[in-house]
Antibody, heavy 121, light 108 residues
Framework: QVQLQESGPGLVKPSQTLSLTCTVS??????????WSWIRQHPGKGLEYIGY???????YYNPSLRSRVTISVDTSKNQFSLKLTSVTAADTAMYYC?????????????WGQGTMVTVSS | EIVLTQSPGTLSLSPGERATLSCRAS???????LAWYQQKPGQAPSLLIY???SRATGIPARFSGSGSGTDFTLTISRLEPEDFAVYYC?????????FGQGTRLEIK
């Protein structure tokens, strides 16, 4: 049973870079058919897709965040990471990593528990 | 981008009643790429329905999905106490992936 776990600082200062890591356990990140994704949820709000990375390294970013987002993968550690630059209070949110299955369900079948990130000085 | 509009925003029902949640897309979405999620307080969303009408593993039969094109529906035939939560639809037919704003299902 694949599980995902987010980690990273819970507090980031404005204008700095938000960095989060998602560790994949119970399975290999090298498995084809999964887009390893980041999604965020502003407090009390809906869900916003940030982007994904495939194990090969190919990426997709939501155009609304593309200029500030980088998603990378470390297959040796079975992890993928999110970097969001020049953060503001508007980036305060719960950040989830999730696996998007692109061979069967075309949906997010596994989610991490989420990590809350607050942008504040 | 495809905008998904869910209605109603809040639905107040009693256990045992039938719940009907709507998701309308601003452009046609292939049924293969429409999913529904349930989110309980303090938890991550969890997959309920994929491909508009297929139940995810372990999801009870009281949950069903239907629809095509721009109109999709999630139906819960007889509400159990654990079903009161927020429900989101999501499309993957056209990038970027988008979610609806959610429907809150609350106990009446």
């Amino acid at each position: 049973q694949v599980q995902l776990q987010e980690s990273g600082p819970g507090l980031v200062k404005p204008s700095q870079t938000l960095s989060l890591t998602c560790t994949v356990s119970g399975g290999s990140i090298n498995t084809g058919g999964y887009y390893w994704s980041w999604i965020r949820q502003h407090p009390g709000k809906g869900l916003e897709y940030i982007g994904y990375i495939y194990y090969s390294g190919s990426t997709y970013y939501n155009p609304s965040l593309r200029s500030r987002v980088t998603i990378s993968v470390d297959t040796s550690k079975n992890q993928f990471s999110l970097k969001l630059t020049s953060v503001t209070a508007a980036d305060t949110a719960m950040y989830y990593c999730a696996s998007l299955v692109v061979v069967t369900t075309y949906a997010f079948d596994i989610w991490g528990q989420g990590t809350m990130v607050t942008v504040s000085s | 981008e495809i905008v998904l509009t869910q209605s109603p925003g809040t639905l107040s029902l009693s256990p045992g009643e039938r719940a009907t949640l709507s998701c309308r897309a601003s452009q046609s979405v292939s049924s293969s790429y429409l999913a529904w999620y349930q989110q309980k307080p303090g938890q991550a969303p969890s997959l309920l329905i994929y491909g508009a009408s297929s139940r995810a593993t372990g999801i009870p039969a009281r949950f069903s999905g239907s629809g095509s094109g721009t109109d999709f529906t999630l139906t819960i035939s007889r509400l159990e106490p654990e079903d009161f939560a927020v429900y989101y639809c999501q499309q993957y037919g056209r990038s970027p992936i988008t979610f609806g704003q959610g429907t809150r299902l609350e106990i009446k």
